[in-house]
């Protein structure tokens, strides 16, 4: 933002380790936040095992890569609830 602000060059700035270097670490710190704040969510509604450790992994690897592994395995997830329901006896 400050580098809009000063009406600097943002892509230049990017190079050169300018103040956009900071806006987008700060946008990407909150993206990464938002991300941890799903992933504990909706581990824990599924009754996910291990939900957690893809926060951990994200410090480790990237949140570009952990998030889109836990909703691959969030749908692995949702798709073993639904055969279970549907394998349940009807009442």
Same mark, same amino acid.
């Given at each position: 933002m400050w580098a809009i602000v000063q009406?600097?060059?943002?892509?230049?700035?990017?190079?050169?380790?300018?103040p956009a270097v900071s806006s987008i670490t700060v946008d990407l710190l909150i993206v990464a936040v938002a991300a941890c704040i799903v992933i504990a969510v909706e581990g824990r509604r599924l009754g996910m095992k291990r939900w957690w450790l893809y926060i951990v992994?994200? #410090?480790? /690897?990237?949140? #570009?890569? /952990?998030?889109?592994?836990?909703?691959?395995?969030?749908?692995?997830r949702l798709a073993a609830l639904r055969a279970t329901d549907e394998a349940a006896p009807a009442a």
């Open positions: 009406m600097r060059d943002f892509i230049g700035d990017l190079v050169n380790s300018g992994l994200s #410090a480790l /690897t990237a949140i #570009a890569f /952990t998030f889109p592994l836990f909703l691959a395995m969030r749908e692995r």
